[in-house]
């Protein structure tokens, strides 16, 4: 069984995104825009496991084209997204108009990888019992943003994990933005939430702060990671998730943790600056790194 060095797990979605100018339709979730944005290293053995209805197969076609190793499970319906942003972009009413089934320990047990990103959406994606199974066989890494999210009635409500503790035990990367470290842990201060998450069992713990940056903490340092300001702010969507993606792709190369943070978020300022996903190369994302540190 080969073993990858980086597999993600996740729904591919279908987004209908809502703006004062126009209405769009478009794939998304955080498996569609890791994939997209680690297809263009060719130095690494990435998989992608998704579960799509029908519809949506189109869409794992398209990724199998473009050279990404793609398992596609059954699914009755994908994920179904409607985001309404109001002028300010930061405003967005969120509904789930049709959900995908949840992933099971059955299903992923012949997939073999060094690092799990595990891609939740929805509070209900990845059960306790998927994340200590695929923990017996490799590194864990999660986006917390989907375990706060449940939907009711089509309508999208924050949540706290209801898990986390116990869940917290099993996973080695953990990816919070400034709400979302304050929903797990009660605390506003971002060295003091991620002290929190270390202690619960996450052992690299990555807080994104916006153009403040970002903040890693392994237990014993916090890293500084500066946000490189873009030339121009296009599309923030799948900002996190292309951070993500590319601090995993380092750390599992043989990078550093700092070294991995800069990297990752150069890889964030380059896909704001147009839209869709990450869509650069290994080369520009070292030169924004490059050009940004000589302007400090």
Known sequence: MNKHQLCCIGHITLDKVVTPQNTVYMPGGTAFYCSHAIRH??????????????????????????GINVTALPSKHSVYFENIYGANPDD????????ADPFTASQLKEIDAQIYHLGSLLADDFSLEVIKELSQKGLIAVDSQGYLREVRDTHVYPVDWTDKREALQYIHFLKVNEHEME????????????????EWGVKEV???LGGMGSLIFDGKDFYRIPAYKPRVVVDATGCGDTYTIGYLYQRVSGAGIEE???????????????????????EDVIQCMTTAEQMF
Do not use: C, W
């Open 92 to 99: 967005r009413t969120q509904r789930v108009l049709a959900k």
């Open 206 to 208: 990555l807080v994104t």
């Open 41 to 66: 290293f060719n130095d690494i053995d990435y998989a992608l496991v998704t579960a799509v209805g029908a519809t949506e197969m189109k869409v794992v076609e398209q990724l199998r084209k473009v």
């Open 183 to 198: 929903v797990l842990t009660g605390l506003s201060d971002p060295h003091e939430a991620a002290r929190q998450l270390y």
């Open 260 to 282: 991995a943070g800069r990297f990752a978020a150069a890889m964030s300022t380059l896909k704001i600056e147009k839209s869709g996903p990450f869509n650069g190369s290994k």
